[in-house]
């Protein structure tokens, strides 16, 4: 088949993708001289490119498929086929969105209040239309960095930045006064690729495998033996995705029980479980969930 060409994105989502391949069956091994990673498939061939740049380059065809976010999506207004959303922060399970935030002691109250004013981001475009849908002139200016310092440091009135807890805002002695954009990571293709049967093939097996691999975040599988006199007492206590697997044992007086739990769940199922008679419990780690 043709060759797939994948972007990851590189900088702060680097790891965290490259951890996601590994969990769906994919070993990438990247290079600090190098911004092309090795990957074990011979139908895949990858390059690290900034997440801000990555939707315009699949547009243009330089790549197959990537991973990037939606808020790039749009500050490009790139024309790609979105395969899937891939919701992955495994250190805080929020979504990341874009706000606008101000000064803690500012008049600054709402958007109307930003009415010529200046406002500082890496989300250009987006922010322009943001503010032009709603009838509202700003100058928005492009922030290399240091963005919640420029309200500090006076060189804006206003700043909008990407966060998950909003931690770093208000540490910055800022205020938020508008949610403007939820944003997720999404696997997107190019047009032609998607068209082409054979990569489109690919492209679906890559994106089936990286949700597979997500679904099973948090969650653990659980194995059991179970007293006949007890089973059915034993099954109601069991918060499974679908019935659990319920298997005769040698000994017809005892079964077997397997099912799917999320990880926090083990630490009040199993005291209780075996309280109830079950016997040699074991919790194992998953690496991907299938559904479907």
């Known amino acids: 088949m043709s060759l797939i060409r994948l972007a990851i994105p590189k900088g702060s989502l680097q790891g965290s993708t490259i951890d996601l391949f590994k969990d769906a069956g994919w070993s990438i091994r990247t290079s600090s001289r190098s911004y092309f990673p090795s990957i074990d498939d011979p139908d895949i061939d990858c390059a ?21 976010g939606k808020d790039w999506i749009l500050e490009n207004n790139s024309d790609v086929v979105e395969v899937a959303d891939l919701i992955y922060s495994k250190a805080t399970y929020r979504p990341a969105k874009w706000v606008l935030a101000v000064d803690e002691r500012s008049d600054i109250k709402s958007l109307k209040d930003l ?53 770093t805002i208000k540490a910055h002695n800022l205020k938020i006064i508008e949610e403007m954009l939820v944003t997720n990571t999404k696997l997107i ?14 492209i679906n ?23 006949k006199d007890k089973l059915e007492a034993i099954i109601k206590m ?38 109830a008679g079950a016997r040699g419990i074991i919790e194992y780690p998953l690496k991907k969930v299938l559904d479907g």
């Open 189 to 202: 293709a190019n047009k032609s690729s998607w068209a082409n049967s054979q990569k489109r093939e690919k």
């Open 115 to 167: 009415e010529g004013k200046k406002i500082a981001t890496e989300l250009v475009n987006f922010t322009r239309n943001y503010f032009r849908e709603r009838n509202i002139t700003v100058d928005v200016e492009f922030s290399w960095g240091a963005t919640e310092a420029k309200v500090v440091d006076g060189l804006a009135d206003a700043i909008v930045e990407v966060t998950e807890t909003g931690s």
């Open 205 to 227: 097996q890559i994106s089936m495998m990286l949700k597979s691999a997500l679904q099973a975040t948090g969650m653990a599988g659980l194995k059991m033996n179970a007293p």
């Open 238 to 275: 069991l918060p499974a995705i679908t019935s659990p697997t319920v298997s005769p044992l040698h000994d017809a007086n005892w079964y077997s029980l397997e099912i799917i739990i999320h990880e926090s769940q083990s630490r009040t199922l199993i005291p209780e479980l075996l309280k």
């Open 48 to 68: 690290l490119v900034r997440a801000q740049e990555i939707s315009r380059y699949v547009e243009s065809g330089l790549f197959d498929i990537a991973l990037t």
